[in-house]
């Protein structure tokens, strides 16, 4: 058995009744239950609909998410998600190179790495060499004046560790940022690079190893085997490439307002939703989110 998940945005609303009833009808689907009215809707499949991606390309058009995934073990015990992008909007250290007036050149080294055009080390240890000399004290003032949330992971975090679930953040960001993003949002580890100092300035470079894709991936693993359950117990959720093997490995991969070419290696893809569609595709109605 599978199941159809249909979600949008929930600052606007627009996913209509008629939308849902119709692919039901057309794809012979069960009875449609409305997780959020207007935001999220889902209904059982016998098999995964052959025209599945001409759908969802016409559902895009329309501010729609579609997801069709099998039924069984859907709710998911650990939750990792990458930081940058994706539970927070910013990339922390295009706001810090904007601080040291390169922030142009530094966001477009960013957006080729994590769209896979560039080795994520050498990228992340060039980036970092030109905050050479850049107060410490400036990591503050970007995570008060520039770092916001990205909508709906207080309710994701909450909700998944209300329900015996566990939470990591996992970044090829700095840890002086994971740390308080980490506490903001009732995360239970954080995992990230360290930026190097000398005295009151950054260093202009990053403690080695690196932390990026195979980190990441290898975090997923230790994480796991350390709660006793297995990557597919998991649902993972970052938008980089240097998140594709993280997401390959478990149990859901959720693409997350993602570079195109990270999403098309994903079957699961989300660009219209924010955080909360991670519980919607748990099958979790919204008066089932955790304050």
Same mark, same amino acid.
């Given at each position: 058995?599978?199941?159809?998940?249909?979600?949008?945005?929930?600052a606007?609303?627009?996913?209509?009744?008629?939308?849902?009833?119709?692919?039901?009808?057309?794809?012979?689907?069960?009875?449609?239950?409305?997780?959020?009215?207007?935001?999220?809707?889902e209904?059982?499949?016998?098999a995964v609909?052959?025209?599945?991606?001409?759908?969802?390309?016409?559902?895009q058009?329309?501010?729609?998410?579609?997801?069709?995934?099998?039924?069984?073990?859907?709710?998911?015990?650990?939750?990792?998600?990458?930081?940058?992008?994706?539970?927070? $909007?910013?990339?922390?250290?295009d706001?810090? &190179?904007d601080?040291? +007036?390169? %922030? #142009?050149?530094?966001a477009g080294i960013? =957006? *080729?790495?994590?769209?896979?055009?560039?080795d994520?080390?050498?990228?992340?240890r060039?980036?970092?060499?030109?905050?050479?000399?850049?107060?410490?004290?400036?990591?503050?003032?970007?995570i008060?004046?520039?770092?916001?949330?990205?909508?709906?992971?207080?309710e994701?975090?909450?909700?998944?560790?209300?329900r015996?679930?566990y939470?990591?953040?996992?970044s090829?960001?700095?840890?002086?940022?994971?740390?308080?993003?980490?506490?903001?949002?009732?995360?239970?580890?954080?995992?990230?690079?360290?930026?190097?100092?000398?005295g009151?300035?950054?260093a202009?470079?990053?403690?080695?190893?690196?932390?990026?894709?195979?980190?990441?991936?290898?975090?997923?693993?230790?994480?796991?085997? $350390?709660?006793g359950?297995?990557?597919?117990? &998991?649902?993972?959720? +970052?938008? %980089? #490439?240097?998140?594709?093997?993280?997401? =390959? *490995?478990?149990?859901?991969g959720?693409?997350?307002?993602?570079?195109?070419?990270?999403?098309?290696?994903?079957?699961?893809?989300?660009?219209?939703?924010?955080?909360?569609?991670?519980?919607?595709?748990?099958?979790?109605?919204?008066?089932?989110?955790?304050?």
């Amino acid at each position: 058995m599978f199941i159809a998940t249909l979600l949008t945005d929930p600052a606007r609303p627009i996913l209509s009744r008629e939308t849902v009833e119709s692919l039901r009808n057309a794809w012979g689907g069960g009875a449609a239950r409305w997780l959020d009215p207007g935001v999220a809707a889902e209904f059982d499949l016998p098999a995964v609909p052959d025209n599945r991606w001409q759908v969802w390309e016409g559902l895009q058009a329309l501010g729609v998410d579609l997801v069709v995934q099998p039924a069984e073990g859907r709710r998911k015990r650990l939750l990792i998600a990458d930081m940058d992008s994706t539970m927070i $909007r910013q990339e922390c250290i295009d706001e810090l &190179a904007d601080e040291a +007036g390169v %922030g #142009a050149y530094v966001a477009g080294i960013t =957006a *080729r790495a994590m769209n896979g055009e560039l080795d994520f080390e050498s990228a992340l240890r060039e980036r970092v060499g030109l905050l050479k000399g850049l107060p410490v004290e400036v990591i503050d003032r970007v995570i008060r004046d520039r770092i916001t949330l990205m909508p709906g992971g207080r309710e994701l975090v909450a909700t998944m560790r209300a329900r015996g679930g566990y939470a990591a953040l996992v970044s090829g960001g700095f840890t002086a940022f994971t740390a308080r993003i980490a506490a903001m949002l009732g995360f239970d580890e954080n995992r990230a690079n360290t930026l190097l100092t000398h005295g009151e300035t950054l260093a202009g470079e990053v403690a080695e190893p690196i932390l990026g894709k195979q980190a990441k991936l290898d975090a997923l693993i230790e994480i796991s085997a $350390r709660l006793g359950i297995s990557t597919q117990e &998991a649902i993972a959720v +970052g938008d %980089g #490439a240097n998140d594709l093997a993280m997401l =390959a *490995r478990a149990g859901s991969g959720v693409a997350l307002h993602a570079k195109p070419s990270v999403a098309a290696q994903c079957d699961i893809r989300i660009n219209h939703g924010d955080l909360t569609a991670l519980l919607f595709l748990q099958g979790y109605a919204r008066d089932e989110f955790a304050a």
